[in-house]
């Protein structure tokens, strides 16, 4: 079974040897982001506008994209018109980082750990279990970044990710900050997809902006 596009950015984050997550609450929206990326890849979803839509339920036979597309289903049934992205991930992303690292501990790839902050508060962690995964990643992203643009859908779609929630720092470390925005810019502009899938991301980088920058706000109030 391949690993999804939330997989692949859970990875990312968390540290190899700590299983600590970096970058938590921007992850967290990228994750649930990856999620509804491959649904739309998949020809489940439909995200133009800034609204989502599910256009075919039938499960894609991986577990945690049809828990997603069944919540999805159900939540966009109760409304009125289709609900805007940054309501769904707003409402997802916690639970969708739960679930992927739920999916990476059945694959292998990731272990869980409980440990005690302070000697007091129980918390989980996971280290990476198998990091075969996650260096084969690592090595694709690179050769994008040193080769160009990609024809695969996949590949630019996880870059546009990255890029929507500034993870830059996580896919690319030895990359100065400024100059991995502006190559993933450049990477993600352009026919890489058809154009359904590219509106798709558009608006769904618009929409982690927005919620990434209330996060920070948020915090810094």
Known sequence: ?????????MLLSLDD???AAKERQSAAWAVSGGILLDLVLA???????????????TP???PLLDERLRQIET????RS???????WLTKDHTKAVKATVASLCERGLVREEQRRVLGLFPVSRYP????SVERELRARLRAVL???PTHRARTTGLLALIHGAKLHHLAFPDVPRKECAALLEELTAGQWAAEGVRRAIRDMQAAMVLVTTATVVAATS
Do not use: Y
């Not at 391949?2 to 997989?7: F, N, Q």
């Open 43 to 57: 020809g489940r979803v439909t995200v133009d506008d800034g609204r989502i839509r599910v256009t075919d339920p």
């Open 60 to 62: 894609t036979e991986v």
């Open 1 to 9: 079974m391949a690993v999804t596009l939330a997989e692949e950015i």
């Open 146 to 148: 040193a080769e160009g």
């Open 75 to 78: 939540w966009c049934g109760k």
């Open 17 to 19: 040897e700590s299983g």
């Open 128 to 131: 990476e279990a198998d990091g």
């Open 81 to 87: 018109r289709d609900p805007k992205v940054t309501e």
